[in-house]
């Protein structure tokens, strides 16, 4: 048995997982965890990678509110920035209209 990280083809969402030959065990983060919060797509697949990239895999992983917090905060800053690179390219459209 082989500890791989995993992309799954259809979402991108990255998984720690367990490979034996054709058989794939999923390790973390929980599948449908963060669909199970009903967050709008692409964030909910950036908060899923974000768990994955800091370990957060099960409840003792996430016990300590700060550890949340900072993945929040990781997903949304990533959300800021699209927001912000969203402004800059609107209003260069527009001053070219």
Do not use: W
């Not at 965890?33 to 992983?61: C, K, Q």
């Amino acid at each position: 048995m082989e500890t791989i990280e995993h992309r799954d083809p259809e979402t991108g969402r990255l998984y720690k997982a367990l490979r034996d030959f054709d058989k794939l065990i999923i390790i973390g983060p929980p599948e449908g965890l963060v669909d199970s919060l009903n967050l709008p797509e692409p964030f909910a697949t950036t908060l899923h990678n974000i768990l994955y990239n800091r370990g957060i895999f099960t409840h003792t992983d996430a016990s300590k509110p700060k550890i949340l917090l900072g993945a929040l905060q990781e997903a949304l800053s990533l959300d800021v920035q699209r927001l912000a690179e969203a402004f800059l390219k609107f209003e260069k459209e527009e001053v070219v209209t």
